[in-house]
């Protein structure tokens, strides 16, 4: 089983609609989560993290962890063309490694 | 410009012929490391270093060497590469209290024949 499981998708959504990217994790010693976004042919960049469980937000994303359940979640509000890329989850241990999901392709037509 | 730079960007080799990709970085990050991104996989990390002459494996070393001589460079080594190396790799820094807000380079794609 894979540390941090992600739908592949891709997901596709019309212009302004609300975005819900979601990951699933099974390794409990994770202590922040992170939202990377990654454009076609381009090093991924770094939306957001979140320490332990909560919500954080940042303009029109929000991401969202309960460590309860073991679900990290990425909401884009009124979304936008530019915001077609491929989103990448990760935990974050503490012993410096990081474990990535494989990633959520979004497209957002106009 | 704060950023991390990778060369080269695109590299077609034979197996078993000795390469490098190199890395730098300009923030003065103390911890680098090294990923491959495979389709389906993710990202996995290779090796990481905490600080010059400070390194340690990733999920992914066999096959790969690093070294940490400066603050700055973190070149990735591939001494006998293979069909299995070709992959998108990147490097990525951060400061060593924060290796969860890492800076990424833009890749390097290695196709090994």
């Known amino acids: 089983q894979k540390e941090v499981e992600q739908d592949p998708g891709p997901l596709s959504v019309p212009e302004g609609a609300i975005v819900s990217l979601n990951c699933t994790y099974s390794?409990?010693?994770?202590?922040?989560f992170m939202w990377y976004r990654q454009y076609s042919r381009k090093g991924p960049e770094l939306l957001m993290y979140?320490?332990?469980?909560g919500n954080k937000e940042d303009g029109r994303f929000t991401a969202q962890v309960d460590k309860s359940s073991k679900y990290i979640s990425l909401f884009i509000r009124d979304s936008q063309p530019s915001d077609s890329a491929t989103y990448l989850c990760a935990g974050y241990t503490g012993g410096f490694k990081t474990i990535f999901g494989a990633g959520t392709r979004l497209f957002v037509k106009a | 410009e704060a950023q991390v730079t990778q060369n080269p960007r695109y590299l077609i080799t034979v197996t078993g012929k000795k390469l490098t990709v190199t890395c730098s970085q300009n923030m003065n990050h103390e911890y680098m490391s090294w990923y491959r991104q495979d389709p389906g996989l993710g990202l996995r990390q290779i090796y990481y270093s905490m600080n010059v002459e400070v390194t340690d494996k990733g999920d992914v070393p066999e096959g790969y060497k690093v070294s940490r001589k400066e603050k700055r460079n973190f070149p990735l080594i591939l001494e006998s590469p293979s069909p299995n190396q070709t992959s998108l790799y990147f490097c990525?820094?951060?400061?060593?209290?924060?290796?969860?807000?890492?800076?990424f380079g833009p890749g390097t794609r290695l196709t090994v024949t």
């Open positions: 990525a820094s951060s400061r060593v209290l924060e290796p969860y807000e890492q800076y």
């Open positions: 979140t320490y332990s469980s």
């Open positions: 390794n409990s010693a994770f202590q922040y």
